[in-house]
């Protein structure tokens, strides 16, 4: 009976972890929104600003989505002038995406946003608080990258 209680608290404890991550998520996206850009668009910029040019195959690939997808949203940062595409100069019959000085200033200015929001927010804790959140982050991260 106690070990039944036990994944009923634990089941009730990741169910509550997942739902705090996602407000976090969605609180996020909502600050950054004011920038105009979509969750997608903003992690593709970033992609492309710390690893550099990259063909939409390989932005697909490294964001786990469907090639059409990454495509519709490189049409988009294109449009809005974030990207620009460019033969490749190795191998003319490929097209390489890179974000333009437009597209850095864009990201790093919702990306200081979204920091302050956050920073604001846990300023409000306490120290001890602020240490236990920031080793989650780090566990968080190990638990993903398995």
Request: overall charge positive.
């Amino acid at each position: 009976m106690n070990h039944t209680m036990e994944e009923t608290s634990e089941s009730v404890a990741l169910t509550e972890l997942m739902q705090a991550i996602g407000l976090v998520l969605r609180r996020v996206r909502t600050v950054a929104a004011g920038h105009g850009l979509s969750m997608s668009e903003s992690m593709t910029l970033g992609r492309l600003e710390r690893a550099g040019p990259a063909t939409t195959a390989e932005l697909a690939r490294a964001e786990s989505v469907k090639p059409q997808s990454m495509g519709a949203t490189i049409a988009a940062l294109e449009e809005m002038q974030l990207v620009e595409r460019r033969p490749d100069p190795s191998d003319g019959r490929r097209i390489i995406v890179t974000v333009t000085a437009k597209g850095i200033e864009l990201r790093r200015q919702a990306s200081a946003d979204k920091h302050a929001w956050l920073a604001a927010r846990l300023a409000e804790l306490t120290p001890e608080q602020r240490r236990t959140l920031f080793a989650a982050g780090r566990i968080l991260r190990q638990v993903v990258s398995q």
